[in-house]
C-alpha cells in the first residue's frame, strides 16, 4: 500500500452504511452529505484501500447510557420512531427544533457516531492512527441536543482510553466553537485536559476569559480572522506548552473544519494546511491518537479539509493535482449557504490551499497570555 512505512503508526478511516444516508433536509448547515463527499474524493484521488477501512458498529442504548440520561435516550428513540416530537420533549430534551430536527434514521446514525468514537479510540489502542470523520460531536449534553449534536462521541473515545488504564487524556478541539460538551462531561476528572481553541463571540460563548470553565480545561478564543501564521504560533507555543506539560498517554481530536476560511458559520481565516500541521503536531504528543470530525458548513473546504486530512494522516500527498474524477466530485457540489460567485478557483482545482499568511496580532498573543495565566 502507499501508506506511511513500516516505522510509521497506519491510518484506519472509520465508516458505517448509515453516515452515507439522507440526513437532515435541505435547509439545515448539515445538508450536505459530509462523510460521503469525503469517502468519494479519498476513492477518487485513489488514497484508500479497503485494509484502510474499518466498519464501526453502532452503539446501543446501554451504551449510550454511560454519558446519556437513559430518559433521554428513550425519548430520542421514540421520537425518530413515531417521526414526530412532542412540545414537552422539545422543551425538556431540545430535538425537534430547526436547530436539532429528527428524521429517519436520525438514531442510528447518531448512534454509530458514538460507536465509531468508540472504535476509534480502540484502534488508536492498538497502535494506528484513527480517523472518524463523522465523530466529532462536542456540544451533545448528558440529557439534551445542542448545535446539531444529539449524543456526545468524543466523550465516548475519551473514555475508551480510560477504561484500558490510561490515565492522562488530552481532548485537543480544534473546531471554530468551543467543545462545551466534552468540557463539562469531563469537569473536575483530572485523568482528562480539555483543551478548545476556537473563536471569540461565537455561540456556544463559554470557554472565554470570563467564562473559562473548569480546573481541568484549557481555552483558547481566539479573534476573528485568525491567520496560519497566528495559528501555527498557538499550535507549537502555548498549545505544545499546556500538552507538554499534562504530557498525554492519549489524544483526542475534534477537528471541526469550520475553521478554515470559507466556512459560512465562522470567521476564522484558516488554510487546511494549516489545520493538517495542527494535527500532524499533535501525532507527536503521544502514541495513541483518534482523529474525529466536528463542524464544516462549506462543501468545498469540508470535503477538500477531510480528504487532505486523511492523505496526511495516511501518509499521502494532500497536494497531489486533483484527476478528473476528483474535479468533477468538486464541481457538482451546491449549498444555498455559499453564492455562486464566492465558489474560490482553488476549491475546484486542488485539494490543499495556498497558505494564508499574516501577521501575529496583539489580540492573538493577549489570547494566549490569558488562557496560559490560569495555569
Ligand atoms: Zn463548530
Same mark, same amino acid.
Given at each position: 500500500?502507499?501508506?506511511?512505512?513500516?516505522?510509521?503508526?497506519?491510518?484506519?478511516?472509520?465508516?458505517?452504511?448509515?453516515?452515507?444516508?439522507?440526513?437532515?433536509?435541505a435547509?439545515?448547515?448539515?445538508?450536505?452529505?459530509?462523510?460521503?463527499?469525503?469517502?468519494?474524493?479519498?476513492?477518487?484521488?485513489g488514497w484508500?484501500?479497503?485494509?484502510?477501512?474499518?466498519e464501526?458498529?453502532?452503539?446501543t442504548?446501554?451504551?449510550?447510557?454511560?454519558?446519556?440520561?437513559?430518559?433521554y435516550?428513550?425519548?430520542?428513540?421514540?421520537a425518530?420512531?413515531?417521526?414526530?416530537?412532542?412540545?414537552?420533549e422539545r422543551?425538556?430534551?431540545?430535538?425537534?427544533?430547526?436547530?436539532?430536527?429528527?428524521?429517519?434514521?436520525l438514531?442510528?446514525?447518531?448512534a454509530?457516531?458514538?460507536?465509531?468514537?468508540?472504535?476509534?479510540?480502540?484502534?488508536?489502542?492498538?497502535?494506528h492512527i484513527?480517523?472518524?470523520?463523522?465523530?466529532?460531536?462536542?456540544?451533545g449534553?448528558?440529557?439534551?441536543?445542542?448545535?446539531?449534536?444529539?449524543?456526545n462521541?468524543?466523550?465516548? &473515545?475519551?473514555?475508551t482510553?480510560?477504561? #484500558?488504564?490510561l490515565d492522562? $487524556?488530552?481532548?485537543?478541539?480544534? %473546531?471554530?466553537? =468551543? @467543545? +462545551?460538551g466534552v468540557?463539562?462531561?469531563?469537569?473536575?476528572?483530572s485523568?482528562?485536559?480539555?483543551?478548545?481553541?476556537?473563536?471569540?463571540?461565537?455561540?456556544?460563548h463559554s470557554?472565554?476569559?470570563?467564562?473559562?470553565?473548569?480546573?481541568?480545561?484549557?481555552?483558547?478564543a481566539?479573534p476573528?480572522?485568525?491567520?496560519?501564521a497566528?495559528?501555527?504560533?498557538l499550535?507549537?507555543g502555548?498549545? &505544545?506548552?499546556?500538552?507538554?506539560?499534562? #504530557?498525554?498517554?492519549?489524544? $483526542?481530536?475534534?477537528?471541526g473544519? %469550520?475553521c478554515? =476560511? @470559507? +466556512?459560512?458559520?465562522?470567521?476564522?481565516?484558516?488554510?487546511n494546511?494549516?489545520?493538517?500541521?495542527?494535527?500532524?503536531?499533535?501525532?507527536?504528543?503521544?502514541?495513541?491518537?483518534?482523529?474525529?470530525?466536528?463542524?464544516?458548513?462549506?462543501?468545498?473546504?469540508?470535503?477538500?479539509?477531510?480528504?487532505g486530512?486523511?492523505?496526511?494522516?495516511?501518509?499521502?500527498d494532500?497536494?497531489?493535482?486533483?484527476?478528473?474524477?476528483?474535479?468533477?466530485?468538486?464541481?457538482?457540489?451546491?449549498?444555498?449557504?455559499?453564492?455562486? %460567485?464566492?465558489?474560490?478557483?482553488?476549491?475546484?482545482?486542488?485539494?490543499?490551499?495556498?497558505?494564508?499568511?499574516?501577521?501575529?496580532?496583539?489580540?492573538?498573543?493577549?489570547?494566549?497570555?490569558?488562557a496560559?495565566?490560569?495555569?
Amino acid at each position: 500500500m502507499s501508506g506511511r512505512g513500516e516505522t510509521h503508526r497506519a491510518a484506519i478511516f472509520i465508516d458505517n452504511p448509515v453516515f452515507g444516508r439522507a440526513a437532515w433536509n435541505a435547509l439545515h448547515p448539515l445538508a450536505f452529505s459530509r462523510q460521503q463527499a469525503v469517502r468519494d474524493m479519498v476513492e477518487a484521488m485513489g488514497w484508500i484501500e479497503q485494509s484502510e477501512l474499518r466498519e464501526c458498529p453502532i452503539a446501543t442504548p446501554e451504551t449510550l447510557a454511560r454519558f446519556h440520561a437513559p430518559d433521554y435516550i428513550a425519548a430520542l428513540q421514540a421520537a425518530v420512531a413515531r417521526g414526530k416530537v412532542t412540545a414537552e420533549e422539545r422543551t425538556r430534551y431540545g430535538f425537534g427544533t430547526m436547530e436539532n430536527p429528527i428524521f429517519p434514521g436520525l438514531f442510528e446514525r447518531a448512534a454509530a457516531t458514538v460507536g465509531g468514537s468508540i472504535a476509534a479510540a480502540r484502534v488508536a489502542l492498538q497502535g494506528h492512527i484513527a480517523f472518524h470523520p463523522a465523530g466529532g460531536t462536542h456540544h451533545g449534553k448528558p440529557d439534551r441536543a445542542s448545535g446539531f449534536c444529539y449524543f456526545n462521541d468524543p466523550a465516548f &473515545a475519551i473514555a475508551t482510553f480510560l477504561d #484500558a488504564a490510561l490515565d492522562r $487524556v488530552l481532548y485537543l478541539d480544534l %473546531d471554530a466553537h =468551543h @467543545g +462545551d460538551g466534552v468540557e463539562a462531561i469531563f469537569a473536575g476528572d483530572s485523568r482528562v485536559h480539555t483543551l478548545s481553541l476556537h473563536e471569540a463571540g461565537r455561540w456556544p460563548h463559554s470557554g472565554t476569559p470570563d467564562n473559562p470553565g473548569p480546573a481541568n480545561a484549557t481555552n483558547f478564543a481566539v479573534p476573528r480572522a485568525i491567520n496560519d501564521a497566528e495559528y501555527d504560533w498557538l499550535i507549537q507555543g502555548p498549545v &505544545a506548552e499546556v500538552a507538554g506539560r499534562f #504530557a498525554p498517554q492519549a489524544i $483526542v481530536v475534534t477537528a471541526g473544519v %469550520d475553521c478554515l =476560511h @470559507g +466556512d459560512p458559520l465562522s470567521a476564522m481565516e484558516l488554510s487546511n494546511r494549516a489545520l493538517w500541521r495542527a494535527v500532524e503536531c499533535a501525532l507527536g504528543w503521544a502514541p495513541h491518537i483518534a482523529v474525529l470530525g466536528g463542524g464544516g458548513y462549506n462543501p468545498w473546504t469540508v470535503t477538500r479539509g477531510w480528504a487532505g486530512m486523511w492523505a496526511v494522516l495516511s501518509g499521502r500527498d494532500p497536494g497531489e493535482v486533483p484527476n478528473e474524477a476528483a474535479r468533477a466530485l468538486l464541481a457538482g457540489f451546491e449549498s444555498d449557504l455559499i453564492d455562486e %460567485d464566492e465558489i474560490e478557483p482553488e476549491w475546484l482545482d486542488s485539494v490543499a490551499d495556498a497558505p494564508r499568511p499574516g501577521p501575529i496580532r496583539a489580540d492573538v498573543m493577549h489570547c494566549a497570555q490569558a488562557a496560559l495565566e490560569r495555569r
